[in-house]
């Protein structure tokens, strides 16, 4: 099984960037498509971004296109999530998360999922 744990939250001014990375352990990191959701303060968990294994393959909400990137780095079993162009409506925790299948990130939620990380976007 695998155990997701991330990092690089915290609070920044409208305008500004983060990273945020997720570590992978336990589990064959390739093997697995990534993704990040996020959930703001009285709203439903919303989609982010998604890669699959290779890294070949991207997709990303609406709301954040041009502006965050996702990538992994299957050396290191780790996927980050660059965060250009902060709005405070990106205000929400993120999850970082993990499926066999990069299609479910198109049709449902996936099954692994981490602890969250804050991101704080100031006006």
């Known amino acids: 099984q695998v155990q997701l744990v991330e990092s690089g939250g915290g609070l920044v001014q409208a305008g500004g960037s983060l990273r945020l990375s997720c570590a992978a352990s336990g589990g064959t990191f390739s093997g697995y498509a990534m993704g990040w959701f996020r959930q703001a303060p009285g709203k439903e968990r919303e989609f982010v971004a998604a890669?699959?294994?290779?890294?070949?393959?991207?997709r990303y909400a609406d709301s954040v296109k041009g502006r965050f990137t996702i990538s992994r780095d299957n050396a290191k079993n780790t996927v980050y999530l660059q965060m250009n162009s902060l709005k405070p409506e990106d205000t929400a925790v993120y999850y970082c998360?993990?499926?066999?299948?990069?299609?479910?990130?198109?049709?449902?939620?996936?099954?692994?999922w981490g602890q969250g990380t804050q991101v704080t976007v100031s006006s």
């Open positions: 998360t993990a499926s066999p299948s990069f299609g479910v990130y198109a049709t449902t939620t996936p099954s692994l």
């Open positions: 890669i699959n294994w290779s890294g070949g393959s991207t």
